[in-house]
């Protein structure tokens, strides 16, 4: 669980007497692979890069056996590295915790308390809700659900501003995001102990926020995303999973707009059962399917195609094929998303051809 928040430069220096011993190492431009052996208050990291153990000066926090990933920016003096970033993969303990977070019975407890109102405002907000159709769920899903969080204060603080113009915009980023919010809540004094049942249930949901948000590290080359969803019932929340596959970064300058892009949910609905629905969009072209627990239940939602159907088109786009289908077990189990975000190479979500 992170416990506070720590801003500070990417750039590390290698002192003088390590850079003279090993400066024939470095070459400007060049990225290397360091594993951090032990780091200091006072700004001071031990790596291993290239066979030695080398002493550079920094003001990153840094933690014993992270791997990370360097660039030379200046190897003339001294040497300035600039992180480009962690290569910490997720462990199969934290895949197995976000795969229980789903899997839990019935709905998730209620993990703001009585006194994060605002933590809970912002779960209205985005979670899904019936019966309209919301242009908005997405955008608002990805800025405000602490998936974003670190990157929105790292752009806030890179500023000429003003200091108090600064801390004014970090402020209001507070007030509009899940994770800002409860680590300021869990953090304010006089909040009660953190070994409380509010306290034990916010450290649960920040860890598995933070699992998430490695989990989207390690994937996105890849360009898939995998993010967490709430759906309000009767005082408690419940969460699905969205898998958004953008095809990842074109090699051969593509347009973006050329891409087909795959989105699909998984939620397990109260009286439905488990749900899945798979999406492919190319522009304005939809091919999509349902995948249910059994027959009656497919039969329903089938009949309801006709007018997902004629409001898709409303809204002028192109539907190629909609069906509903019996589900295989491992295609609606809570894991099924993630081991789809995880698998290599060209696996898809759904193949299709417009």
């Not at 204060?153 to 915009?169: E, L, S, W, Y």
Request: proline share 4%; with cysteine.
């Amino acid at each position: 669980m992170i416990s506070g928040i720590h801003i500070s430069t990417s750039e590390m220096i290698i002192q003088k007497g390590d850079a003279k011993k090993n400066l024939s190492n470095f070459i400007k431009g060049q990225t290397l692979l360091a594993k951090v052996i032990n780091w200091s208050p006072e700004g001071k990291a031990q790596l291993f890069i290239n066979g030695k153990t080398i002493t550079a000066k920094t003001p990153m926090m840094l933690k014993p056996g992270q791997e990370i990933e360097l660039k030379v920016i200046q190897e003339k003096d001294s040497v300035i590295l600039k992180l480009v970033g962690p290569t910490q993969k997720i462990t199969t303990s934290q895949i197995s915790s976000l795969v229980s977070f789903f899997s839990k019975n019935g709905s998730i407890p209620d993990i703001t308390g009585s006194r994060m109102e605002n933590v809970k405002t912002i779960l209205h907000d985005i979670a899904l809700k019936s019966g309209k159709a919301d242009k908005d769920f997405l955008p608002k899903l990805i800025e405000k659900s602490g998936m974003m969080w670190e990157k929105k204060v790292a752009v806030g603080v890179q500023t000429d501003k003003p200091p108090a113009v600064i801390k004014a915009g970090l402020d209001q980023l507070l007030t509009q995001d899940v994770k800002a919010n409860i680590l300021r809540e869990t953090m304010a004094p006089g909040q009660g102990p953190i070994g409380s049942d509010g306290g034990k249930a916010s450290a649960i949901f920040l860890e598995t926020l933070e699992s998430f948000q490695l989990l989207n590290q390690n994937t996105s080359e890849s360009g898939r995303f995998l993010l967490p969803f709430p759906v309000f019932s009767e005082n408690t929340f419940q969460f699905g999973q969205l898998l958004i596959d953008t095809g990842g970064k074109s090699k051969k300058g593509g347009k973006d707009s050329d891409k087909v892009v795959r989105i699909s949910f998984l939620l397990n609905m109260t009286k439905l059962g488990p749900l899945r629905a798979d999406f492919s969009v190319l522009k304005k072209s939809i091919t999509g399917r349902f995948l249910l627990q059994d027959e009656d239940t497919c039969k329903y939602v089938n009949s309801k195609l006709p007018e997902l159907k004629q409001k898709l088109s409303g809204m002028d786009y192109q539907i190629h094929q909609m069906e509903c289908s019996v589900a295989r077990n491992e295609e609606i189990l809570e894991s099924s998303l993630i081991e789809t975000l995880l698998k290599k190479g060209d696996d898809q979500v759904l193949n299709i051809i417009v």
